[in-house]
């Protein structure tokens, strides 16, 4: 079935377009709408984004292919995007990464058997004064050691 967004994801999106000079320059503000009323951005779901926006499926693509905020594929209920960048890095994100990779069995950019927990790899998340920095879903955890981590991921359901 073609994704079309619901009334009040309309809405907004109309908002959104209101806001910028043209269609184009809305791409990044639409691929987040989509992403969150869909879950992931699949090859339908950026096809109307393209149709939405005016543009080919090539420039959407495009787009939503570069940054890794963008799901190209279904994700676990929780995403964990643990920051790689140097200052994470430097604070511990390595172990992190590994500890992670051991509990759930999982390399980054996989989801668990359960499909509960998604891991991927991110470049800096720009809270490097707090490195290291996981962000579960929209939220940031920040000056994280293992412990403080599991003992956020072992309060998920
Ligand atoms: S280096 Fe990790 S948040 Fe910037």
């Given at each position: 079935m073609k994704p079309v967004f619901n009334e009040s994801a309309e809405k907004e999106f109309k908002d959104i377009i209101s806001r910028?000079?043209?269609?184009?320059?809305a791409m990044l503000p639409t691929l987040h709408l989509a992403q969150r009323e869909f879950g992931w951005l699949s090859r339908e779901v950026m096809g109307y984004v393209g149709e939405l926006l005016e543009l080919p499926f090539s420039d959407v693509y495009d787009a939503a292919s570069f940054?890794?905020?963008?799901?190209?594929k279904p994700t676990g209920k929780y995403h964990l995007q643990v920051c790689h960048t140097l200052s994470c890095a430097l604070r511990g994100a390595g172990e992190i990464c590994k500890h992670l990779h051991q509990k759930y069995g999982i390399e980054s950019g996989e989801t668990s058997a359960d499909g509960k927990f998604s891991v991927l790899k991110v470049e800096c998340l720009g809270a490097c004064g707090t490195a290291p920095v996981v962000q579960i879903n929209d939220d940031y955890h920040e000056d994280l050691t293992i412990d403080k981590l599991d003992a956020v991921l072992d309060k998920l359901d």
């Open positions: 910028y000079p043209n269609k184009r320059a940054y890794t905020m963008f799901k190209l």
